[in-house]
């Protein structure tokens, strides 16, 4: 790093558009000066995050559990730290392989010519992180940026105020700011942030608001990754055991109290099953979550503003007819602590808010069916999930869904996991977004794919140059031009 390159003062906690734009500046001159880093260096530079991941482990638990209120500390260590960390490993073992030049090949005419494609860093990539999953969210695009050889800023959201003070600090011991840094700060800040002259901009959140991020990036074409949401739906088939299901929706659904975007959003049975259902799904529930007020590793919802638009959608259901179970083992009441128990609505139409709107809390809304094809018609005729979720044993079966609908993944026979899965690429397709990143796809996505063509001395083109009507024509009209 240069050690000339200008420090930029700051006032904790307050950044000005001014702030931004210097902040950005001082990581583009900071990359320009040194554009290529080393596999090493990379490598070098995980393991430093890596370092400061474990560090800091206990204080992102508790700062993230203070933004919710109730964050279970297991679900934070065991679904973002400890699936950052596996994340670093695959990306230390294989970036060396992924940075390799390309051999192309070169056409006849082209020929003693040599092609291939360089993979460089893209320059200064801006992330900005959503509210529930603060750390996976903000250091998983980070790990693509760093193994990609890029410099990083990092926008926090303003509902994750406590988590964004401990990663600042302990990203800023990792890091000189002009490779890596963290804004805080909501508001104006987020707006200026998304209108930064990025090399290439990932944002994570709400289908609406990614719209206005891609809206703001347009304004300077930086290209954009969206890593939106959706109604991930999940369909059973007749065949497949109810209480195998019931306990892979439950974990599924309550993790982070269903505060997850590929949690599974609503669910189709077969007609005559959600009785059966209900009772297994019940019983899984009671067994992880026997009570809800006091229970740490039960999740509040992180804000009132979220907490009351579930309720909403609740009150909006009873309204239109909808009959909502509430699994409250102990009949609890915890709204003084935004806690929702688990709650399943049966009898909903398609014109319930719960229908309508991506859920993101512990509501599982069941429709029946007949047929599979009623099923598939009706995800067909909504906008494409980032997930789509089928149980059923026979592959012939499950080829049929997945190969007659869209989605971001399709899992067979399990939920949420894939996430975690170091050599799947993760992100939407259509409404549910754009891009992808995790796995290869992370390091290709944020590099640039340069093309390279080298000619030797000799100049093969020199020979079917006009006039065209040389003996070298009429060989290329009777073998190439047919």
Known sequence: MNSHTKTISMTPHFFDGQYLNELLAQQKHAYLNYPLPTAKERIDRLARLKRILVKYQDQFAEAINQDYGNRSIGETKIGELLTCLEHIKYYSKNLTRWMKPSKRHVGIIHQPAKAWVQYQPLGVIGIIAPWNYPLLLSIGPLICALAAGNHAMIKISSASAAFGEVLEKALAEAFPKELVAVVNGGGVISDAFCRLAFDKMIFTGSTAVGKTVMAAAAENLVPVILELGGKSPVLVHPSIDLRDVAQRIAVGKLWNAGQTC??????????????????????????????????????????????NRLQGYLDDAREQGAHVIEINPRHENSADLRKIAPTIVTNVTPSMQIMQHEIFGPLLPIMEYDQIDEVIDFINSRPRPLALYYF????????????????????????????????????????????????????????????VMSNPKLYSLKYILPPFNKPIHKLISKTLLR
């Open 262 to 307: 590929v949690a599974p959003d609503y669910m189709f049975l077969p007609r005559g099953k959600t009785a059966e259902f209900i009772d297994h799904f019940k019983a899984c529930v009671e067994s992880m979550y026997p009570d809800i007020t006091h229970n740490q590793d039960y999740t509040s919802i992180v804000n009132d503003k979220q907490y």
């Open 392 to 451: 059923d044993f026979d592959q012939a079966r499950a080829d049929y869904v997945a190969q007659r609908t869209h989605s971001g993944h399709f899992g067979q026979n399990t939920v949420l996991t894939h996430v975690a899965q170091d050599d799947l690429p993760f992100g939407g397709v259509g409404a549910s977004g754009m891009g992808k990143y995790h796995g290869p796809e992370g390091f290709f996505s944020l590099s640039h794919e340069r093309s």
